[in-house]
């Protein structure tokens, strides 16, 4: 097994990058990570009265589909690091008569201010990948911590898995010149999962921009 990269920008980088490509940003979800996201969404089959929450929420697309899923009497909570992300997806929330039940928190989500077993379901659309190596079992970690028993995580990422792959490989030549600017990378999406104690269900491994992605379904046994 390849080792995946290291993620060497710090976090002050990565919410000025954010902030900075915000504008623009829905032109790259609208035309690259759109479908992935939409069968992430359809995996994990949020439903009515349900407490989800996506790390990461970037422009607000998911959290908006999430938040129409779990009907009045649901919650969606978010968190993503980039002020400008923030303000959009507010605007957003608040455009689709939705402020009542979400709740948006700028941060780092290495550390989760929520209680133990309080969500039903977590959602991370190209996200997980932006996380150094040491970082990637302490999100999943937290994610377990405020999942319920029996609770789902889906996970949209860039994915190691599988055989060589040319563009894979252009593409992390360029994270590792420009780690600022690309600054996700691919991962072992499972393996990950499965070493925080999550129990893969579902996967799929499409492809976006000629590269592997892997969506995984997995449950919270404990
Ligand atoms: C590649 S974008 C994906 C956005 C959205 N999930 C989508 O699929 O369109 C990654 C998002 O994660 C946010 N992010 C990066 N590092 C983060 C961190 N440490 N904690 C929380 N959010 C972070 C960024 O600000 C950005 O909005």
Same mark, same amino acid.
């Given at each position: 097994m ?6 060497t ?8 990058n ?5 504008r623009w940003?829905?032109f790259?979800?609208?035309v ?7 069968a !992430?969404?359809? +995996?994990?089959?949020? #439903?009515?009265?349900? /407490?989800v929450?996506? &790390? ?8 908006v589909a999430?938040a129409k899923s779990?009907?009045?009497?649901g919650?969606?909570?978010g968190?993503d690091i980039?002020?400008r992300?923030?303000?959009?997806t ?8 939705l402020k009542?039940?979400v709740?948006?928190?700028l ?8 209680e133990?077993?309080f ?13 150094d190596i040491p970082e990637i079992p302490?999100v999943l !970690?937290e994610? +377990?911590?405020?999942l #319920?028993?029996g609770? /789902?995580?889906?996970i &949209?990422?860039?994915s190691k898995a599988?055989g060589?792959c040319?563009?894979r490989e252009?593409?992390e030549?360029?994270?590792?010149r420009?780690p600022?600017?690309l600054d996700c990378?691919?991962i ?8 925080v104690g999550f ?6 491994t499409p492809?976006?921009?000629?590269m592997p992605?892997?969506?995984?379904l ?5």
């Open positions: 390849t080792e995946i990269s290291r993620v920008r710090s976090k002050d980088e990565a919410k000025a954010y902030d900075k490509i915000s940003y829905d790259i979800e609208g690259w990570e759109k479908k992935a996201t939409e !992430g969404l359809a +995996k994990l089959a949020v #439903k009515e009265g349900e /407490r929450f996506e &790390i990461g929420f970037g422009t607000g697309h998911s959290l999430l779990v009907g009045a009497s919650k969606v909570c968190i980039s002020s992300m923030f303000d959009i507010s605007a957003r929330v608040r455009a689709g008569g009542a039940r709740e948006l928190m941060g780092d989500a290495v550390e989760l201010p929520y133990n077993d969500f039903d379901g977590v959602f991370m659309s190209f996200s997980l990948e932006l996380f302490m !970690g994610c +377990k911590r405020v #319920k028993k609770g /789902r995580i889906c &949209i990422s860039l599988g060589p040319l563009m252009l593409y030549w360029g994270h590792k420009f600022r600017f990378r691919p072992f999406v499972r393996e990950a999962l499965k070493g129990q893969c269900c579902d996967i799929n492809t976006v921009l000629r992605v892997e969506i995984v997995a449950i919270n046994p404990d």
